[in-house]
């Protein structure tokens, strides 16, 4: 009976630290559906010569198990997937790209 119910606790134990780790993995907005309105990207402009971006490249399993992929910006501390990066010719582009991709067994 002591076996038992350790092996219940340490399920349980195993069971949350599970949920909190698929809880703290990077996700995709998600896709909007058919027929909706769908607004411009965030345009993103260069300035004196320059365009420093800052992007994470993140994935998640939607509901039907398709892995998504995604670039994320954020913007005044809210994510914003994919902005539009306007340059003029002959402008620089400074793109720090971060990975933060994970893989579908890590859940």
């Known amino acids: 009976m002591h076996s038992k119910i350790q092996a219940l606790i340490l399920t349980l134990v195993c069971g949350v ?8 993995l990077p996700v995709c907005p ?8 769908i607004s411009n990207p965030l345009d ?12 994470k490249l993140q994935n998640s399993t939607d509901e039907f198990g398709f892995m998504n992929y995604c670039y994320v910006y954020m913007y005044q501390g809210q994510p914003i997937e994919a902005p539009t990066l306007r340059l003029n010719p002959g402008d620089r582009l400074v793109l720090n790209l971060t990975t933060n991709t994970h893989s579908p067994f890590d859940r």
Request: net charge neutral; aromatic share 8%.
């Open 17 to 24: 630290a599970a949920i909190n780790a698929s809880a703290q």
């Open 30 to 37: 998600s896709r909007p559906q058919p027929g909706t309105f």
């Open 44 to 55: 993103l402009y260069s300035q004196n010569g320059l365009l420093t971006v800052d992007l």
